[in-house]
């Protein structure tokens, strides 16, 4: 067998947060680890631009993504760490698969359903008022990100299955068109994964806007726990820890022994402002060394730079030989 490639995007919008540690970072760095399997990281800034941000929020996010991932430990001699944009054969392999791409699948992708339904809601006449067609192509660039690489696993989020499966669906058209040539991804959804609880109880989202950036500093950091939602049982008063965002993010960070140990305590009624305070030292011991890294490397952004250059490099090497051979086989051939 094959070893497996595991290939994920992250798209440049925002600031990395807790729930993205915990549910995306954490694990991708840990699976990188795996020697019988090879890693894909990149920061996908193409995609950015289907939201529409502002030009210096792009490059603000950019850098804030790939500080994170550097300090937290990514090991980028193992891993391919690279940023999209850098990698000229992806945009052109997004051409090349728009050629195979039937524009009724496109049709299919629920982003884009959203935004005309949203436009039916308002009464709007023209369903498609608004949609970019870098909204409605996304998939495409998405599926070239994926195929590129020859990638045969997908970690996401349950909201890019689909996209995963247009990926797969245009490399068996074009497969089936000109022969094999691509490698067929499968989406591998994170059922294990935490989804974590944002400063409101509901999940830790930027679109909610309830979110606890991953690097902020003590004294963020701090008044952000102080705020988290609970409910208004008094000190004394036994309280579920199943029902509680302070709990459900504490073990996300402790370990199983610690956990039960807090467990125990909510069983005896520890108050809702000391719990806080234990779950701020908590997280504070454990990112600070992290943390000063990032730091480090946020007003050093050379350095985030030139770690960025050389997996762009060692990605383009995998990506040029293979673009040739596409064109090759799509008929771009040079004549002499
Ligand atoms: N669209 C993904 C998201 O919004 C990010 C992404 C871009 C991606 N290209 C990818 C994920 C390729 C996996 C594979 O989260």
Redesign the pocket.
Known sequence: MTQDIY?????TTGTPHVGNYVGAIRPGIAASRDPSTEHFY?L?DY?SLAKNEDPDKIAQSTLEIAASWMALGLDTDRAFFYR?SDIPEIPELTWILTGMTAKGLMNRAHSYKAAVQANEERGNADPDKGVMMALYS?PV??AA??LMFK?TK????R??KQ??EMARDIAQRFNHHYGETFVLPEPVIGEHTAVLKGLDGRKMSKSYNNTIPLFANEKRLRKLIMKIKTDSLEPGEPKDPDDSTLFDIYKAFATEEESSAIEKRYAEGIAWGEMKQVLFDYINEHLKPAREEYERLIANPGIVEAELQRGADKARARSAPFLAEIRDTIGIRRLG
């Open positions: 290939l994920t995007g992250i798209t990149f996908a995609h999209q996304y660039l998405m990100d994926i990638s997908v970690p996401v989020g909201d890019q996209h995963v």
